[in-house]
């Protein structure tokens, strides 16, 4: 929701129009955020929102402006206007407010006349303290039969603070802004630039002013133009962010890459290792601990200075010491092996200084698995920015927070009948938990789907699994777990070996929640080796013909999942499980082979309860449900009918679920999917780049304080890609740690959700 909409609705509760209680749905419903998001603004109506009324003319006078808008005054003889669309003048050509409808137009004539605007401050400034500043500039099109052109300011234009109130017959102010504008700061018509700094008050002022200053006694070159000003924000402000110097990760395609370690240091012609040498080596062994299914060749290169058999024995034991380290650490032998190649495999010229330096290297090739596709060793080649993922890398895009609904694209859905519109017509939309769980008392088995990469149906699912835990299911099933990870569980929270797509924040979330409640996680993606040995199984029996053929593929994983949510039954005749997985794994229905749903009930003998979630539920348009415009819900919902629950695409009066769950339209709630509040009961945390220095495009993480930053996944990620965009963490209560990255470097923080 635009932020206007706040400013509006917190001015209408203030003049007590919303009648309580009959009208607090109303009111509500106009003001799903009634606080703003800049909560501790020092200034009162940071966006001119707040009027007592909207003038259709430009000011003559400055009491025009303070007439019309509240708290804002005009500290000399000026004519500030109040810019909105109701705003007529041939003289003027207003653009868009920043936000909102409303904004000020100063008139600025060089140094015989000036316009501005002043406020009173919520509190003095504090002398000592520090303060985050920022506001938005802009030029109209249009200006006094001229068209604007665009223009750097000066350090004479910018925030003056006072401790009085000025009443000045003069036209111009003199004075030098605590803080300034820069020549760095380009103001273009119909543009708005964003003018930002931290300053220390050395005062207790209690008045701000912006406009165009001329220093006493001085001669300078001023602003000369029409300016519209916009959302003033001043706020107390520490910065409690460090630099960071993340753990160094290193990227595997396939199932072997090469890597070369910066920072391992010996003597010089010798093979002991320098002390500068432990911190790299002591990250390498923090990550072979996290990802148990590496293994390590550690080889040894040297330059060409030498003899030919002294540098390769150099090079071998070069290559042995820090084998012989890393198995001191704890690293299993059987992980390791080592060998030199002294100078007979160069990377760089050994004829000058710096190619040989780049000679003399440790390299490392790596071996073994931590994922099904691409593998990871750290979070910088899972969390990366957009601008530099391929356009059809779409879950990676959504472990950044993008959550774009026309990224689940189903095949085209068929045609319904007339039966099942009508039925839908007169349906009755009902809370989708309740009769989930009425449904689930008595099951052993519940299959529930989603789609990859959109996580909205994870977050329905972390919300139930209080309820499910309280049925008696304690084993919880994800189809993204992967069979490395062994300390999950003790651990307590997932790592990025954990699995591929539970690195994305809102499944590791579910991951986190179902450790808490004390479900017991189980993979069932099947092994490799799983695989092959369900298509020799499916070829003697004569389900497939060609063990090559991508379908045959297919149909040996279907089978092997089932089998390996059998054997859990088979060890445990209690147990009583709920099954997240992708959709053609738990249809009970299908035109061809068997899916895992109909393996499982066969060698179980156990018949699972299946819940859809993703039919009706959003996509691109090719592959959106034809029943889902018709879908006009606010919470997740299941269709009745004369008390029977209804589920849409059915195939031969066969349903190929027991359940159907139609999932309302996002909306945007601060930049983010409003599901990451209502659903996961997380609180937005504002966050401006600007206050830390960062560039663009930028990148927050958070943890949970105390996890592993190095291996752990976020439990919010979002991305900012340029200047002006608005977004926020969504984060459960309790202290968080923040990092904070561009492609210059990292910064820690911590926050306290409260």
């Not at 010491?321 to 760089?348: C, H, M, W």
């Not at 009508?422 to 009425?438: H, M, S």
């Not at 996580?455 to 069979?483: E, H, K, N, T």
């Amino acid at each position: 929701m635009p932020f206007f909409y706040t400013q509006k609705c917190l001015s209408f509760l203030k003049k007590g129009l919303f009648v309580w209680p009959r009208t607090l749905l109303l009111a509500l419903w106009f003001c799903p955020s009634a606080a703003p998001i800049h909560a501790q603004n020092i200034i009162e109506n940071p966006g001119f929102e707040e009027y007592d009324h909207l003038p259709t003319v430009m000011s003559k006078i400055g009491k025009d402006f303070e007439r019309a808008v509240r708290y804002w005054v005009v500290p000399n003889q000026a004519s500030t206007d109040l810019i909105s669309p109701r705003l007529q003048s041939r003289n003027l050509k207003a653009s868009l407010a920043h936000s909102g409808r409303n904004m000020a137009g100063i008139v600025i004539n060089g140094d015989f006349w000036s316009e501005y605007v002043g406020i009173k401050l919520k509190a003095p400034l504090v002398p000592g303290q520090q303060y985050y500043v920022e506001y938005w500039i802009s030029m109209p099109s249009f200006y006094s039969k001229r068209k604007p052109v665009a223009m750097s300011l000066n350090n004479q234009f910018g925030l003056r603070f006072d401790k009085k109130r000025y009443q000045f017959d003069k036209r111009i102010l003199t004075g030098v802004p605590q803080l300034p504008a820069t020549e760095n700061t380009f103001v273009e018509p119909e543009k708005w630039t964003k003018v930002s700094g931290t300053f220390v008050a050395d005062t207790a002022h209690t008045y701000l002013y912006i406009g165009q200053f001329q220093a006493p006694g001085a001669a300078h070159e001023l602003a000369i133009g029409y300016f519209f000003l916009d959302d003033v924000y001043i706020e107390a402000f520490k910065s409690t962010a460090v630099d960071y110097e993340p753990s160094r990760y290193y990227r595997i395609d396939g199932s072997v890459a090469s890597v070369i370690m910066e920072n391992i240091y010996f003597e010089t012609d010798k093979y002991d290792l320098l002390e500068e040498s432990y911190q790299e080596l002591n990250k390498l062994v923090r990550i072979l601990n996290k990802n148990p299914g590496l293994r390590l060749n550690i080889q040894g290169h040297t330059d060409s200075e030498g003899g030919e058999r002294h540098n390769l024995s150099l090079s071998e034991n070069r290559a042995k010491t820090v084998y012989e380290y890393l198995i001191d650490s704890g690293i299993q032998a059987d992980r390791l092996s080592s060998k030199g190649y002294g100078f007979s495999k160069p990377i760089a010229d050994n004829e000058t200084t710096t190619g040989r330096q780049q000679n003399r290297r440790v390299e490392f090739v790596v071996s073994g698995a931590i994922g099904n596709t691409k593998s990871v060793l750290g979070p910088e080649y899972v969390y990366r920015f957009s601008e530099d993922l391929p356009a059809e890398d779409l879950l990676s895009r959504s472990f950044n927070g993008h959550y774009d609904p026309n990224w689940h694209c189903p095949p085209p859905r068929p045609a319904v009948s007339k039966q099942e519109r009508q039925q839908f017509k007169d349906a009755k939309a009902i809370g989708a938990q309740e009769i989930i769980l009425k449904e689930t008392e008595g099951q052993r088995a519940v299959f529930i789907n989603e789609a990859p990469a959109n996580p909205q149906g994870r977050a329905f699912v972390i919300g139930l699994l209080q309820d499910w835990y309280d049925q008696g299911f304690r084993y919880l099933c994800l189809q993204s777990l992967g069979y490395d990870d062994k300390d999950l569980a003790e651990r307590g929270y997932p790592v990025l070996n954990t699995g591929l797509a539970s690195r994305e924040a809102v499944y590791g979330q579910l991951i986190r929640t179902a450790l808490e409640l004390g479900f017991q996680l189980v993979p069932f993606e099947p092994r490799d080796s799983e695989i092959e040995k369900a298509l020799n199984i499916l070829r003697r029996q004569g389900h497939i013909d060609d063990a090559s053929a991508p379908s045959s593929i297919a149909s040996a994983k279907q089978w092997a999942s089932a089998m390996n949510l059998t054997r859990l039954f088979k060890k445990d005749s209690e147990a009583r499980i709920v099954v997240l997985a992708q959709s053609a794994y738990i249809q009970e229905t299908s035109d061809g082979s068997k899916t895992m749903a109909q393996w499982f009930n066969q060698f179980s003998s156990t018949n699972p309860y299946t819940i859809d979630q993703v039919s009706l539920s959003e996509s691109c348009p090719e592959g959106l449900h034809p029943l889902y415009k018709g879908v006009k819900v606010t919470k997740p919902s299941v269709y009745q009918l004369r008390n029977k629950t209804l589920v849409f695409g059915k195939t031969q009066q066969l349903s190929p679920y027991d359940l159907q769950v139609a999932h309302p339209r996002t909306w945007e709630r601060q930049g983010r999917p409003n599901w990451l509040g209502d659903y996961l009961d997380r609180t937005p945390y504002p966050f401006n780049p600007d206050k830390y220095g960062l560039s663009y495009p930028c990148m927050a993480l958070a943890y949970p304080t105390g996890e592993d930053l190095d291996h752990a996944v976020p439990i919010d990620v979002i991305e900012i890609r340029q200047i002006g965009e608005k977004k926020s963490l969504f984060l459960p209560k309790g202290t968080h740690t923040l990092i904070l990255k561009d492609k210059s470097g990292h910064k820690k923080l911590e926050v306290n959700i409260q």
